[in-house]
């Protein structure tokens, strides 16, 4: 939630073309926990420990998805800042995890299993975009191709540096 204090104020501050990153820890392990405020904790019991093999796998599942539940909203409040400036600006989120994380499915926990071998809970991530309507209309983005395609075909991080560009119009 901090990274989204002052956010108004930095995005007023300047005109033009803006690119605002927003660096979160996510669902990032061990220390699943520490994700979210103890008063945002949505399932319980939960794994309060960075001992996770130790917990069951219900207490550590459950911490895990308070992680999502948290970032979930995080997302939605992002999204409410930019919706109040989409009548002035043309505004976008996109939103993408860096890595997943392995909870114990075949004896694996964390992420960083080298790529080659490592399975699916680890390198399938989320992406998640939300254009204001002006954006799309001024970007010429066809919404039901972008979903029919995020639907029915496979994108990596790779295509996150041209897509980027491609919005920016560079
Ligand atoms: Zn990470």
Known sequence: DVLLHQLSARIDARQ?????????????????FERYPAQDKTFSPTCDSNQIQKCTNEALTNTYDNTLVYTDRMLGKTIDVLQRYSEQRDVAMIYVSDHGESLGERGMYLHGTPYIIA????????????????????????????????????????????????????
């Open 119 to 170: 399975p699916k809970e680890q390198t399938q991530v989320p992406m998640v975009m939300w254009f204001s309507p002006t954006f799309a209309q001024q970007a010429h983005l066809n919404l039901a191709c972008l979903r029919k395609n995020a639907d029915n075909k496979d994108y990596s991080h790779d295509n996150l540096y041209h897509s980027l560009l491609g919005l920016f119009d560079v």
């Open 16 to 32: 033009g073309d803006m690119l605002i990153v927003l660096h979160q820890l996510g669902s990032h392990g061990p220390t699943y």
